[in-house]
């Protein structure tokens, strides 16, 4: 006679498809579907942590290099012997860390950019398939949505936001671009 262990651990290695008899097609395309969008938040968590990552060397690198060029600085003032070295110690200084505030700022706006990029690329992407997942879910429990929604011109709506959606990133995009120039 087996034990109550036995029996317990026995019913634990069976899998979901073998303890219920049948999954109907709807619970299966559901399943998909919710599949499909958390690989695609997850996907897209890991595209910000990355550019979150970059942001922080390129801080990281900013920050050292400034320390590198102050220490060399406050070299040059304790060896310096005339006013005239000092006035050129605090000249040479104030033109390295403006160079180098610039480019970090343009460094900073261009790892935004390709993140903005990106994820505008990884959203039409995952709306797309979504859209498809959606279409194939609806369509193997044989939901129309005329019953629940009233009837709009083709998708007006999607589309609408859509268009505001894209409309925000070029005005992101554009502000960008302009901030760059004006750093040059």
């Not at 050129?88 to 180098?100: G, H, K, Y």
Request: aromatic fraction near 4%; proline fraction near 3%.
């Amino acid at each position: 006679m087996a034990s109550r262990n036995q029996k317990t651990a026995a019913s634990r290695a069976s899998t979901p498809q073998e303890s219920i008899p049948m999954l109907d097609a709807a619970a299966s395309s559901g399943f998909a579907l919710a599949q499909q969008q958390m690989q695609s938040l997850m996907a897209l968590a890991d595209l910000v942590l990355k550019r979150a990552e970059e942001l922080r060397r390129c801080q990281l690198d900013a920050a050292q290099q400034a320390r590198k060029r102050h220490d060399k600085a406050r070299a040059d003032v304790a060896s310096a012997v005339n006013p005239t070295e000092l006035l050129n110690v605090q000249a040479e200084m104030l033109r390295d860390d403006l160079e180098s505030a610039s480019q970090y700022w343009q460094r900073m706006a261009s790892i935004c950019t390709a993140a903005q990029a990106e994820t505008l690329e990884h959203l039409t992407r995952s709306a797309t398939q979504l859209g498809r997942a959606a279409t194939e879910a609806s369509a193997a429990t044989g939901y129309t949505g005329a019953e629940a929604a009233p009837a709009k011109p083709d998708g007006a709506d999607a589309t609408q936001a859509w268009n505001r959606w894209v409309d925000l990133g070029k005005q992101w995009s554009d502000m960008l671009y302009r901030t760059e120039a004006a750093l040059h």
